[in-house]
């Protein structure tokens, strides 16, 4: 009877977990720096604390940066038409050079043509070749000034979009900056909070950490179905002799309080 009783209590225990507490906070909180060198020209600073659409929530000076944009790709077109000029040019040297290769090369080895007649022809040939090549050079120069320029479009537009900074679907937890304000890459500029679901944090002793992912998660009493999304197997470094667990839950309607993390035994 008593080895009975021991055992059942022996059993009784086992099924019985510590009990922790952890605050319901949002799945991800994103601090936000500057990737620009810029003034701040507004912020809304009536949408903190609510749930972002798609209009920006910081603006930033792009002036500078939309005027350059438009004369580098106005550059652009007028370099793509010279050089679809140059195409022309180098295909109606190409059919120069073949007649007057043919030319020398009738002429060259006559004996009735003087050696000045024959030198005339060569150098007018040699003449026509280099203007093919120095055309052709300047059209490979002007491919390079495009690509530079294009990429140069690439730098000024993710500027533009740099000034403007917007996210959806986060809930805007703070503003860091005011309008006026000159900020620099690296600058804090705004915490963003991830809302879409929650997140329990947790600091396991040694003996839950064993054979916790074998049992059932109770929040507030009530048996979920959720599981440890992530087990640190290295005690923190804070919470000495405690293993760090992160529970991923849904989004609750209210974040920030208290509950009640059991682990039991089926």
Same mark, same amino acid.
């Given at each position: 009877?008593? +080895?009975? #009783?021991?055992?059942?209590?022996?059993?009784?225990?086992?099924?019985?977990?510590?009990?922790?507490?952890?605050?319901?906070?949002?799945?991800?909180?994103?601090?936000?720096?500057?990737?620009?060198n810029?003034?701040?020209?507004?912020?809304?600073?009536?949408?903190?604390?609510?749930? #972002?659409?798609?209009?920006?929530?910081?603006?930033?000076?792009?002036?500078?940066?939309?005027?350059?944009?438009k004369?580098?790709?106005?550059?652009?077109?007028?370099?793509?038409g010279?050089?679809?000029?140059?195409?022309?040019?180098?295909?109606?040297?190409?059919?120069?050079?073949?007649?007057?290769?043919?030319?020398?090369?009738?002429?060259?080895?006559?004996? !009735?043509?003087?050696?000045?007649?024959?030198?005339?022809?060569?150098?007018?040939?040699?003449?026509?070749?280099?203007?093919?090549?120095?055309?052709? +050079?300047?059209?490979?120069? #002007?491919?390079?000034?495009?690509?530079? $320029?294009q990429?140069?479009?690439?730098?000024?537009? +993710?500027? !533009?979009?740099?000034?403007?900074?917007?996210?959806?679907?986060?809930?805007?937890?703070? #503003?860091?900056?005011?309008?006026?304000?000159?900020?620099?890459?690296?600058?804090?500029?705004?915490? $963003?909070?991830?809302?879409?679901?929650?997140? $329990?944090?947790?600091?396991?002793?040694?003996?839950?950490?064993?054979d916790?992912?074998?049992?059932?998660?109770?929040?507030?009493?009530?048996?979920?179905?959720?599981? !440890?999304?992530?087990?640190?197997?290295?005690?923190?470094?804070?919470? !000495?002799?405690?293993?760090?667990?992160?529970?991923?839950?849904?989004?609750?309607?209210?974040?920030?309080?208290?509950?009640?993390?059991?682990? +039991?035994?089926?």
């Amino acid at each position: 009877m008593k +080895k009975q #009783l021991s055992l059942l209590l022996l059993l009784s225990s086992m099924l019985m977990a510590k009990e922790y507490y952890a605050k319901i906070e949002p799945y991800e909180v994103l601090n936000v720096s500057s990737n620009v060198n810029a003034q701040v020209v507004s912020v809304r600073e009536n949408v903190e604390g609510f749930e #972002l659409g798609q209009r920006s929530y910081l603006n930033m000076d792009d002036i500078v940066d939309k005027e350059e944009l438009k004369r580098t790709e106005n550059k652009i077109k007028l370099f793509q038409g010279v050089a679809k000029s140059n195409e022309k040019l180098l295909k109606n040297y190409e059919l120069i050079l073949e007649k007057k290769r043919a030319n020398y090369e009738k002429i060259k080895d006559l004996t !009735i043509k003087s050696d000045t007649e024959k030198d005339r022809e060569f150098y007018d040939l040699m003449g026509s070749e280099n203007q093919y090549i120095a055309t052709l +050079k300047d059209n490979d120069n #002007l491919a390079a000034s495009i690509s530079d $320029l294009q990429l140069r479009t690439v730098q000024l537009k +993710k500027s !533009i979009s740099d000034k403007h900074l917007s996210a959806q679907g986060y809930v805007l937890y703070k #503003l860091m900056v005011k309008p006026g304000q000159v900020v620099n890459p690296g600058t804090m500029v705004a915490q $963003l909070a991830d809302i879409s679901k929650g997140k $329990l944090t947790l600091f396991l002793t040694a003996n839950d950490f064993t054979d916790v992912k074998k049992k059932s998660i109770y929040l507030d009493g009530v048996k979920t179905a959720y599981t !440890i999304e992530r087990l640190w197997s290295i005690t923190d470094d804070k919470h !000495i002799s405690s293993y760090k667990a992160v529970i991923i839950i849904d989004a609750p309607e209210r974040f920030s309080q208290l509950v009640k993390v059991e682990f +039991k035994g089926e």
